[in-house]
């Protein structure tokens, strides 16, 4: 038997911090393969932008994780993956490129969930594409979708539990605590720190859907079946790039990474 | 007597759509003045990038003002102004350029107010612009400075009255609720939306100083002094810019400006 193997670095990207949780989940479902991340710090969020300037900026990103030399490139950011993929794989036809959402809708489908409500900034929701992908693999399922903006400032402001976030959630999520749906999936790179609040609002009743979790299987799977992960002695090493280092990124990084990134990078895009 | 002229327009920028405020209450005090509006929608919001990346982006905005042939040019942005004023002055000295600050600063004092709060996005509270005027005025003033980065995203989610703002409000002001100061400084383009809001919270007892009505009082004065004012029979005209149009835009910019703008022109910075 001849097993290949490949070496070089998986690359991930999101518009800011928030990918920093499918890092995470890749290096701990992974532990031999090396990453490098990118943050477009300078532009974040894209979740409120024209489709044209998201198409655009996820160009740039490709364009770097390319100029590394990544065997892989992982779209973190849901927003990309909704309105963006696509035109990423006609414009970079020999680039491996993955999003978040085929390995969240898949996971979603996994529990067995016959009604799931999909949550997500205001560009992922109006793209359709967490539905679409839904209906394209099960068109019975009861699929509702709500754009949740002040979540990512939530996040972002670390309040991810108490008073204000219930605030938050009655104001987006009120209907369904009285008829919850089977599953929950959790549409933004930023919501896994919702995870425990999300569950008790629902009352534990909800099965709650990571991107990230879904997404390191994704790659996994993606490696396995293409012969290139990467050999089992091989020594990882991770990069973090952003476009722009603003005061709080350790602060964030950490939030979102679970640790503080060894080093960080500024890139121009 | 020979009182001169200037029917050039006034160049107004901002981050983003907030700034409409000030272009509103610019056209409401000087009717006959033209008015060329500039977000910078691609890369909103300024507010937590660093200070290097609101140099630059600010640099840009300036550049497009000038290329519109503008006589004078406000930075409606308070992260701007507290940030990239001084870089701004030294790289174009020629520019006439005021910022939100100043204004926001000798209004506050004009009410005799002995303490002040100041509330803003992180960059502009942690600028400390706001607090170092109000001590060059009068060291002898109580100040507050409060960040408060929810507010923007809640002003843009339409979330201007209610529980979950009154829990916002909580989270950040709470114990400036039970001893109010004399004044609150309305550090943002987008916090006159919370005005009614604000005064019930603090049951009418403190004075909103609201930079965008100050903002267009400084302009006034500008103008006049330097006789920069359109002639009395000008017929002004209004045009709006951005660097990205996104989806929302007709609904946000409704919101800040208080009318739809005739046109809006997509521009590249």
């Known amino acids: 038997m001849n097993i290949r193997y490949d070496n070089r670095p998986i690359g991930i990207f999101d518009s800011g911090l928030g990918g920093l949780t499918i890092a995470r989940a890749v290096q701990e479902e992974l532990p031999g ?48 993956s909704a309105v ?71 996040a972002e402001e670390g309040l991810t539990a108490g008073a204000v976030l219930n605030g938050v959630f009655d104001f987006y999520l ?31 009743k909800v099965h709650l859907i990571d991107s990230a979790k879904a997404c390191a299987l994704a790659v996994r799977e993606y490696l396995t079946e293409n012969q290139k992960t990467a050999q089992p002695d091989n020594t990882p090493y991770h990069r973090y790039f952003v476009s722009d280092l603003a005061a709080e990124f350790n602060e964030h990084a950490t939030r979102f990474l679970g640790k503080l990134p060894a080093r960080v990078e500024k890139t121009v895009l």
């Open 84 to 154: 963006a993929l696509e035109s990423l794989h006609r414009d970079f036809p020999d680039a491996a490129i993955i999003g978040v959402i085929e390995s969240g809708v898949k996971a979603a489908l996994s529990t067995g969930a016959r009604s799931i409500a999909v949550i997500g900034t205001r560009a992922t929701i109006n793209s359709d594409a967490y539905r679409r992908e839904l209906h394209r693999q099960d068109h019975s399922l009861k699929v509702d979708s709500i754009a949740c903006p002040l979540l990512v400032p939530l």
């Open 33 to 80: 393969e090396s990453v490098i991340y990118l943050g477009d710090t300078a532009r974040v969020p894209y979740g409120d932008k024209s489709v044209d300037a998201i198409m655009s900026y996820a160009h740039d990103d490709v364009q770097f994780m390319l100029s590394k030399g990544v065997k892989l490139i992982v779209a973190a950011c849901n927003t990309v």
């Open 174 to 204: 009120k209907q369904y605590q009285a008829a919850p749906p089977d599953a929950l999936l959790l549409g933004c790179t930023h919501y896994p720190l919702f995870r425990n609040a999300l569950n008790e609002y629902f009352g534990g």
